[in-house]
């Protein structure tokens, strides 16, 4: 596991997750290997209860802080238990398209 994947996840236990998956999906964009700069995270907390999905980015955001800079994208799933009882798996993620800014 990466030191900054190792971050994020002490960084995310303030929202006292019931479960929590944490992917470094890095190797499935146009990156360096061994790049730490695409992550999904999948959260289970009542820290989201009543909370739209708006809201519950923002409180990952707010957790996370400066670590956001450390990394160019992260895909959030978001739940309560009961959500994720229901749900028990978030959504795969989408093959990347390739290229980047630098192309344009």
């Not at 990156?31 to 995270?41: D, I, L, M, N, R």
């Not at 160019?72 to 028990?88: D, F, K, P, V």
Request: proline share 6%; with cysteine.
């Amino acid at each position: 596991m990466s030191t900054t994947q190792q971050a994020l996840e002490q960084a995310l236990q303030a929202l006292a997750p019931s479960h929590m998956e944490l992917v470094n999906e890095s190797y499935m964009h146009s990156v360096p290997p061994g790049s730490e700069s695409h992550f999904k995270a999948v959260l289970v907390s009542e820290a989201f209860a009543g909370l739209n999905a708006v809201k519950r980015h923002q409180a990952v955001y707010r957790v996370l802080g400066p670590l956001m800079q450390q990394i160019h994208a992260l895909a959030l799933h978001t739940y309560t238990a009961e959500e994720w009882q229901a749900r028990q798996q978030a959504p795969a993620s989408p093959n990347c398209l390739g290229g980047s800014k630098a192309d344009a």
